[in-house]
């Protein structure tokens, strides 16, 4: 009975390598470590949860209706933000195909030629020239590629990012090239949203403090003590990233080359991205085009094929077995050619005779051959007479 190949279509992100987790059938992509990013969440949320429940009522009445809208517009904007970078594609490279790898890895042979036993090989790096610099290609010995200039390796989703900024807990993905500029706006709207509330809380305990006193007021909003306290570290680690990634998009520089001092002048080696200029670097990185995702992760592809057989194929065959058993062996038990002897190994041991005869009875010898007469000696003179006869 033939097997049935049932092949099915699943999509590509089911089968994409990485340690990347996928949700909503492969729109949100994100790293499997999300614990940071939840805490990020609930103290975004929590904290202004609080204002809104304590400040902003009194705030509206004595002061200005427009400051508890304000703050929820900011609100939204700093989510949106933040779901955009944690969501997105940060500019993942797909890895080669094992055709592909199989090409490369002749190049590269071909390239470096024959290495005698126990000599390093050379590094595997290809030299392109931008801007009258020459910048080097690294190959990627996980996903077999040579790197694009700005790409980078990341340890923690094992991929490799085109133009790798860093890995982002806080954010649970990674900073490339297609949520660079969300991630520089989340950071900037945070910090906007940390000194609104900070501020504020300072402006509503003082007003408080005037009629009812310091402590009774601390008493009266307890939660403005906790936004107060959080606000205050979390200000100095905001204000100070934003500002970092500022001075990074002045130069048009990415926090993986600024560690490593690609363009630090220590080589004589320039920056060749930068365009001199604070403004045009700035639009470049934050108003320059959206770049497609090259994944295709929600595209269709074809799982590896199963093979199943028919249900009333078990039941047919153990009938068919029982009725018409199968030889197991190909060894003959008498000779195919007459007067062949049987070697033997071929010849039915007792046991199997026991097995194949359960009786005697039932045993029935094969006729036996006769056996040509003999000539006697008289005959033979009769016939050599009748030769000289006739001759």
Not at 85 to 96: E, H, I, N
Not at 273 to 289: D, M, Q, T
Request: net charge positive; hydrophobic share 35%.
């Amino acid at each position: 009975m033939s097997a049935v190949m049932i092949t099915r279509k699943v999509r590509k992100w089911e089968k994409l390598p990485g340690k990347n987790t996928f949700c909503c059938d492969g729109r949100v992509m994100m790293a499997r470590q999300k614990g940071v990013f939840y805490l990020t969440m609930f103290l975004i949320v929590g904290t202004c949860s609080l204002f809104f429940a304590f400040e902003c009522p009194y705030l509206a009445v004595h002061l200005s209706p427009a400051i508890p809208v304000f703050a929820i517009l900011l609100f939204l904007f700093v989510m949106a933000m933040l779901l955009r970078t944690s969501f997105s594609d940060p500019g993942v490279l797909p890895r080669a195909l094992p055709e592909e790898a199989t090409f490369i890895e002749m190049e590269i042979e071909a390239a470096n030629g024959n290495v005698p036993a126990g000599q390093r090989p050379p590094p595997r790096i290809r030299n392109v020239q931008i801007n009258n610099q020459i910048v080097k290609l690294k190959y990627c010995y996980t996903c077999k590629i040579f790197r694009p200039p700005r790409a980078s390796h990341c340890s923690i989703c094992d991929n490799c990012v085109d133009r790798f900024d860093h890995h982002c807990p806080w954010v649970g993905n990674c900073v490339g090239k297609r949520n660079y500029r969300y991630f520089y706006l989340f950071t900037m709207s945070l910090s906007l949203l940390t000194i609104y509330i900070f501020t504020f809380d300072i402006v509503h305990v003082v007003m408080r403090s005037v009629d009812n006193g310091f402590l009774n007021t601390l008493k009266l909003t307890p939660g403005t003590v906790l936004e107060v306290l959080v606000c205050f570290f979390t200000l100095w680690s905001v204000v100070g990233l934003t500002g970092f990634h500022t001075y990074l998009i002045s130069l048009n520089q990415t926090t993986n080359e600024d560690i490593k001092g690609s363009w630090s002048g220590k080589n004589r080696v320039q920056n060749p991205y930068s365009h001199k200029n604070f403004f045009k670097n700035c639009c470049e990185v934050l108003c320059g085009p959206t770049y497609p995702s090259v994944l295709d992760r929600r595209g269709l592809q074809e799982d590896s094929p199963d093979s199943v057989t028919p249900a009333a194929a078990p039941s047919a065959s153990a009938s068919n077995s029982s009725s018409n058993p199968v030889p197991q062996t190909t060894k003959t038990t008498a000779p195919l050619i007459p007067n062949e002897h049987t070697p033997d190994d071929a010849k039915p041991s007792i046991a199997d005779s026991a097995e194949e005869s359960p009786s005697p009875k039932e045993e029935h010898p094969p006729p036996a051959q006769k056996a040509p007469p003999l000539a006697s000696p008289e005959t033979d003179a009769e016939t050599s007479l009748a030769k000289d006869k006739t001759h």
